[in-house]
């Protein structure tokens, strides 16, 4: 499901120009980096006291979403496995792993997936 269109009035399109000196900027990125924020959210939150967009996937959540993603992988190519043998069976040729196999394969895809879902959405 793609992500709503913002309106014309939501858009960030519009660059603010600030001159820093290195050290500055290195700051700015640390300490962003500190508050788990993108440094333009983090600017935004010092100068305006916005409330930022996004923050910064610590590095769990960033393995839990990597996880996931591995664990969408597999399922597809469980299904994809599934779908061949089935073909097969049709044919009469002989198929050597039982559909409850497959099932108990992907079940255990879909346990982990809601697990980790779970997970993702109690550590917002």
């Not at 993108?38 to 935004?44: A, I, V």
């Not at 996004?54 to 393995?63: D, G, I, Q």
Request: net charge positive; no cysteine.
């Amino acid at each position: 499901m793609a992500r709503p269109r913002k309106t014309d009035g939501d858009t960030r399109d519009i660059t603010i120009r600030v001159r820093v000196t290195p050290a500055e900027k290195l700051r700015i990125w640390e300490l962003a980096a500190e508050a788990g924020l993108t440094p333009s959210d983090f600017m935004r939150v010092k100068s305006l006291g916005s409330v930022p967009l996004r923050r910064v996937a610590l590095p769990e959540r960033t393995t839990l979403l990597n996880f996931l993603a591995e664990l969408g992988k597999i399922g597809s190519n469980v299904n994809q496995i599934a779908r061949a043998l089935n073909r097969r069976a049709d044919s009469g040729e002989l198929v050597g792993v039982s559909t409850d196999d497959i099932t108990r394969s992907m079940l255990g895809v879909d346990l982990l997936t809601t697990h980790i879902t779970k997970l993702l959405e109690d550590g917002r």
